[in-house]
């Protein structure tokens, strides 16, 4: 039950539900109900497409329990913990990007740009390239060995990009051009580590440093997912401060916001989403990179959106599954490819749209 | 920001009393730091002909440069150690170039001259060159390398500059990184599927200037020479543009042109560099900002200093590659990014930043 209320600023309408009130603007809102569709049906398709094909209308009955015995094997055993892997992945680097673009001020803030990824990636080639049989251990170890790496890896490398920016205070520039150069570091050692070992592993860890969702599981989705749960809310929550942070830091410490305690603990949250996802699916590029730019565009806000970035994010990595899945026959092309064949075509539409509007 | 950006020329503001100590104090500083650049080149050079893997007399360092007899230290420093530094001092002083142009025409402290499709253009070209017709040697990647440079960094300005008020910061840093990350999927879709190509193709992703044919020097030599004279010339631009768009079109400065001449220069500068060594990635990102440390924000000082330092940067990390991991090599964008980054960080924790 909205009440409106006439307001004196054009497109910025107050509305007041009970005790809780805010400002209605229905772009935003559009964006993100329209990604929401494009997310379920992306989704429904991933769990219907494959060998075994399964209609959507199947797929979403057998989802809530019905379906046959071969169906409901498909759906919960093979296909469902693997959409959701992506899903989850998707959200949480659309998500990260935000934050981190919002922080940095700079729309070429990514977790790729800050080292996040690349510490995670060098991580996990040293265990698959130096760990000799590592790389293809079979059970536990491959199953949790490689994603704990990557996820330690990834932290380490979030703390100390905060670490050496700090002085006195992190502040935003000094951030962004650590994390560059830290991310040039681990980059390189990446590199260089695929020179050292030979081909066949170098093949192994490119795989994986281009993001694969081969043989994703519910030991996968599980920690992922709780991970996720706990982070999420916490993340939206606070980020209600993420508007007053696009200003430069004299006008946030004017606003009376703690700066340094408010950056530190958004960019903690922001490596720790980055991080998790690389340690699921390895480190899918581009998209945190790229979706809150698109959500930005479509949405006609200021900054980028976190809602509508976690979900074009899940949106452009489930879809890219289905893709990489189906696509190519029996070659299964890393998701990783995907995400950019698909992501960078609308991103540039994008760009030239807006053009032609000022031009119009 | 203390730079006096005068764009008609800071000789007037020079006379001015108080602020003109400062000025000149500062040309002065600028002046020293070009000398003390230039020496530090000529010292790297040095040691990149002198010290290698193989361990070889001075006398006979001297008589392979001057009077060469043929023994196999003359050939070892004729064809293997001059070509490496020419190509290095190429390379580095192309990349630090390239990078001031790239961070000045978009604004932005974390554009790499590679951002703007032209390494992940050569890089494609490359793997073209290694999957389609197993050319395995340097001479045959270079054309294809370049040829794929330009294609990506045309396509990158083609999409940035649609719409009136042609290209912008935004839409140039974002239309280059899209393409880039497109076409880097395409070409880890042929590195994928093809072992031969990644074998190849993970060296070469290095980047090295251990060239394996002087031949090549020559080839790339114009291109070079012809990027840099005009990004020097467009140093003017982009010192008004530095000022804002609208301030740069109200002076009287020509955008359009100044924008599309920059991104010719990088261009051409990165994609030559790129096309001999593979993608360096690391100098034209840090080399900018450690030279604004000394020159301030003015781009006519930046960006000599900025190609003399790249220059420096590439040939003394390639000695330190020969150093360390003897008898093998490590290389140079490997060492360039274990030696440089920590220095980069330390330098961006210690002083104010100049900001773009």
């Known amino acids: ?360 | 920001m203390s730079g006096s950006l005068a764009v008609g020329g800071p000789r007037a503001a020079e006379q001015a009393a108080p602020g003109g100590a400062r000025l000149r104090e500062r040309r002065r500083r600028r002046l020293i730091g070009i000398a003390v650049l230039v020496v530090a080149l000529l010292v790297s050079c040095v040691l990149s002909v002198v010290v290698g893997a193989k361990t070889i007399p001075l006398a006979e360092v001297w008589s392979g440069l001057f009077a060469p007899t043929g023994t196999e230290n003359d050939l070892i420093i004729r064809e293997l150690r001059v070509p490496r530094t020419i190509v290095g001092v190429l390379a580095g002083a192309a990349l630090g170039l390239a990078g001031a142009l790239m961070q000045g025409h978009t604004r932005n402290p974390i554009a790499d001259p590679g951002i703007l499709g032209i390494t992940q253009g050569a890089a494609l070209g490359v793997v073209l060159a290694i999957y389609t017709f197993s050319v395995t040697t340097l001479v045959g990647f270079i054309w294809f390398g370049f040829a794929g440079a330009m294609l990506g960094a045309l396509a990158v300005f083609a999409i940035g500059s649609i719409g009136r008020g042609g290209p912008t910061p935004v839409t140039l840093a974002l239309a280059g990184t899209a393409i880039s990350f497109l076409l880097q999927a395409i070409t880890s879709a042929l590195v994928l599927t093809d072992q031969q190509t990644m074998d190849t193709y993970r060296f070469w992703k290095v980047g090295s200037i251990a060239v394996t044919d002087p031949s090549v020097i020559p080839q790339v030599l114009p291109f070079v020479l012809i990027g840099m004279v005009l990004a020097l010339t467009n140093a003017g631009g982009l010192n008004a543009l530095s000022l804002g768009e609208d301030v740069a079109r109200s002076l009287g400065h020509r955008v359009e042109w100044s924008r599309r001449a920059g991104i010719a220069a990088i261009a051409v500068l990165v994609g030559s560099a790129v096309a001999i060594c593979g993608p360096i990635g690391f100098v034209g990102l840090i080399v900018p900002h450690v030279a604004r440390f000394f020159t301030g924000a003015d781009y006519r000082w930046l960006l000599p200093f900025a190609g003399l330092l790249g220059a420096a940067l590439v040939l003394l990390a390639d000695v330190l590659g020969r150093i360390v991991a003897r008898p093998s090599e490590v290389q140079v964008g490997v060492m360039l990014a274990m030696v440089g980054a920590p220095f980069f960080i330390a330098l961006v924790r210690r002083r104010k930043m100049v900001r773009l």
Not at chain 1, 312 to 319: D, E, I, K, Q
Not at chain 1, 342 to 347: D, I, N, Q
Not at chain 1, 348 to 354: G, T
């Open chain 1, 1 to 360: 039950m909205t009440q409106v209320v006439e307001s004196g600023v054009a497109g910025r309408r107050p509305a007041r539900l009970g005790p809780f009130s805010g400002v209605l603007r229905w772009r935003p809102l559009v964006a993100l109900l329209g990604g929401l569709v494009l997310l379920l049906a992306v989704f429904v398709l991933d769990v219907g497409l494959g060998e075994y094909q399964i209609s959507p209308v199947e797929v979403l009955q057998t989802l809530v329990g019905g379906g046959d015995r071969a169906q409901q094997i498909i759906v919960l055993e093979l296909r469902l913990p693997r959409a959701l892997t992506a899903l989850l992945v998707g959200a949480a680097l659309g998500l990260s990007g935000a934050i981190m673009q919002t922080l940095a001020r700079n729309p070429l803030a990514s977790p790729d740009m800050l080292g996040i990824t690349w510490g995670a990636g060098t991580a996990a080639t040293t265990v698959i390239v130096l760990g000799g049989t590592a790389g293809s251990l079979a059970g536990a170890l491959a199953d949790y060995g490689l994603p704990l790496v990557a996820l330690a890896g990834g932290l380490l490398t979030g703390i100390a990009v905060y670490g050496l920016a700090y002085r006195r205070g992190v502040d935003s520039y000094r951030l962004v051009l650590v994390g560059v150069g830290v991310s040039a570091l681990a980059g390189n050692a990446t590199y260089w580590l695929l020179t050292v070992g030979d081909v066949n592993e170098a093949g192994r860890a490119l795989v994986w440093l281009t993001g694969s969702l081969n043989a994703r599981g519910w030991e996968h989705v599980v920690p992922t997912a709780i991970a996720l749960c706990a982070l999420v809310p916490l993340t939206l929550i606070g980020a209600h401060v993420l508007g007053a942070l696009q200003f430069d830091d004299d006008t946030v410490r004017g606003l009376g916001i703690r700066t340094d305690l408010t950056r530190g603990v958004l960019l903690l949250a922001a490596v720790v989403l980055a991080s998790i996802a690389t340690a699921a699916a390895g480190p899918i590029q581009f998209v945190a990179l790229a979706t809150p730019q698109i959500a930005l565009r479509l949405a006609h806000t200021s900054r980028p959106p976190l809602l509508s970035s976690m979900v074009f994010g899940a949106a452009l990595v489930v879809g890219a599954d289905v893709i990489s899945r189906t696509a190519f026959g029996s070659l299964e092309l890393p998701v990783g490819i995907v995400t950019a064949i698909l992501g960078a075509p609308y991103l540039i539409y994008l760009l030239i749209r807006r053009y032609r509007e000022v031009r119009a």
